[in-house]
């Protein structure tokens, strides 16, 4: 019987490839645009602990340690090709020391 393929993910904090599951998923959901394709409202950036959520994702590891060297080298904001708030941050390190 053939194995199944485990996905593997690298962190962006200390770019390891580890598999799916052992990683947090950053994600950032679509932009809303009106019909004539203007920006609306520009997508929010949360996490995703259940790894559906539509939109672009980053993977990070459970370890705050690596959240913090992805901040500090704008990792995420070169995933997400957008400025994001200090807010966010904080919040995504508020979660991961949660969970």
């Given amino acids: 019987m053939k194995q ?3 996905p593997m993910r690298k962190c962006t904090g200390c770019g390891e490839m580890k598999e799916k599951k052992q990683l947090v998923r950053v994600v950032k959901a679509p932009d809303v ?3 004539n394709g203007g920006l ?3 997508g929010e ?3 995703d602990l259940t790894g559906k959520k539509p939109g672009r994702g980053a993977y990070v590891c459970h370890d ?3 959240l913090a060297a992805a901040r500090k080298a704008r990792r995420l904001e070169r ?3 957008c400025k994001i708030p200090d807010e966010v ?3 995504l390190e508020s979660e991961l020391s949660e969970g």
């Fill in 4 to 6: 199944k393929k485990i």
């Fill in 33 to 35: 645009t009106d019909e």
């Fill in 40 to 42: 609306l409202q520009q």
């Fill in 45 to 47: 950036i949360s996490v």
């Fill in 64 to 66: 705050p340690k690596c």
């Fill in 79 to 81: 995933a997400f090709s």
């Fill in 89 to 91: 941050y904080q919040r």
